[in-house]
T-cell receptor, first 113, second 114 residues
C-alpha cells in the first residue's frame, strides 16, 4: 500500500515563530488531507489538498503531486497550535470499496509562550 | 452545523461487558467508517459502509460489529470487549466514499477496557 512519511517527528517553537511541516507519499494520490489533533484527541480537518495551494488564516498548504509531497505552513504560531499534525492520503487506484485514508505518523508540535 | 458526533466521548468498562459506541452525521453522507488510533500504529480502519445495509471489513475488524440501518447512523458494537481494544476510536464520513471525497471525523471516543 501507499506509504506516508512526515517530518519532522517533533517540533518545538517559540510563540510567534513560523514552521513548515512536510509530508512525502510513495504513490499517486486522489486525496490528501491535513489534520490537527488537539490535546483532547479531536481530529480537526485543516485542508483537503490533493494538488495546488490553499490558505486559511495563518495556515497554508501546498501539494506538489508530481513530486509526491505536501507542505503545511504555520505562521505566527500560537500556543493553541500545539498538538499533532497528520497528513493522510488515499491512493489514485483506491476503489470506492476500499476507500480509506492512510495516515502518516504525524508531527508533534509544541508551541511555548 | 455540519458535523459527525460520537457518544460516549469517554468510556471505562470491564472485559466481556457488551458496549455500543454511537456515530451520527448530519451531512447526508453515503459513506461512513470507523478507525482506531493506537500509539505507534497510527489510525487503522475497522469497518466501513458505502450505504444503508452495506458494510464491509477494514484492516482490523476482529472483535467488532457494525450496522447501518439508517443513513445518518453507524454504531460500533463490541460484543465482548477485551483489554486489547483499549484505544481511541474515530467515526468518519464522506459524501460518496470515493477516494476524492473529503473525510470528516468525529471528536473521538476514548475507550478503556479493564
Amino acid at each position: 500500500g501507499i506509504q506516508v512519511e512526515q517530518s519532522p517527528p517533533d517540533l518545538i517553537l517559540q510563540e510567534g515563530a513560523n514552521s513548515t511541516l512536510r509530508c512525502n507519499f510513495s504513490d499517486s494520490v486522489n486525496n490528501l488531507q491535513w489534520f490537527h489533533q488537539n490535546p483532547w484527541g479531536q481530529l480537526i480537518n485543516l485542508f483537503y489538498i490533493p494538488s495546488g495551494t490553499k490558505q486559511n488564516g495563518r495556515l497554508s498548504a501546498t501539494t506538489v503531486a508530481t513530486e509526491r509531497y505536501s507542505l503545511l505552513y504555520i505562521s505566527s504560531s500560537q500556543t493553541t497550535d500545539s498538538g499533532v499534525y497528520f497528513c493522510a492520503v488515499a491512493g489514485q487506484y483506491s476503489g470506492a470499496g476500499s476507500y480509506q485514508l492512510t495516515f502518516g505518523k504525524g508531527t508533534k508540535l509544541s508551541v511555548i509562550p | 452545523e455540519a458535523q459527525v458526533t460520537q457518544n460516549p466521548r469517554y468510556l471505562i468498562t470491564v472485559t466481556g461487558k457488551k458496549l455500543t459506541v454511537t456515530c451520527s452525521q448530519n451531512m447526508n453522507h453515503e459513506y461512513m467508517s470507523w478507525y482506531r488510533q493506537d500509539p505507534g500504529l497510527g489510525l487503522r480502519q475497522i469497518y466501513y459502509s458505502m450505504n444503508v445495509e452495506v458494510t464491509d471489513k477494514g484492516d482490523v475488524p476482529e472483535g467488532y460489529k457494525v450496522s447501518r440501518k439508517e443513513k445518518r447512523n453507524f454504531p460500533l458494537i463490541l460484543e465482548s470487549p477485551s483489554p486489547n481494544q483499549t484505544s481511541l476510536y474515530f467515526c468518519a464520513s464522506s459524501l460518496w466514499g470515493q477516494s476524492t471525497d473529503t473525510q470528516y471525523f468525529g471528536p473521538g471516543t476514548r475507550l478503556t477496557v479493564l
